[in-house]
Nanobody, 116 residues
Framework: QVQLVESGGGLVQPGGSLRLSCAAS????????MAWHRQAPGNQRELVAS??????TAYADSVKGRFTISRDNAKTVSLQMNSLKPEDTAVYYC???????????WGQGTQVTVSS
């Protein structure tokens, strides 16, 4: 059973920074990407950033230049968030996507609130 545990959310002022971390446990078979998604109240869940096993990254336009995703090892991923804006407020979810199985695993989510 694969489990994802996120940490690092909280309350920060506009312009501040936060770092989210996610650790996966259990056996993951095959090639997989790791990613961060977020969901604000009343909105659909959206992809924020992703990183492949060979460290290729992709970002939503809204966070390019402010957020950096990194894969610390095969089962740990971080999201460094700088220059945070109130519109970044959301629950952030860690995701593992097993490519050939088209299977997703999700963390429980961590709240990020950007407010003065």
């Amino acid at each position: 059973q694969v489990q994802l545990v996120e940490s690092g959310g909280g309350l920060v002022q506009p312009g501040g920074s936060l770092r989210l971390s996610c650790a996966a446990s259990g056996s993951i078979f095959g090639l997989y990407t790791m990613a961060w998604h977020r969901q604000a109240p009343g909105n659909q869940r959206e992809l924020v950033a992703s990183v492949t096993i060979d460290n290729s990254t992709a970002y939503a336009d809204s966070v390019k230049g402010r957020f950096t995703i990194s894969r610390d090892n095969a089962k740990t991923v971080s999201l460094q968030m700088n220059s945070l804006k109130p519109e970044d407020t959301a629950v952030y979810y860690c995701n593992v996507h097993v490519v050939l199985l088209n299977k997703n695993y999700w963390g429980q989510g961590t709240q990020v609130t950007v407010s003065s």
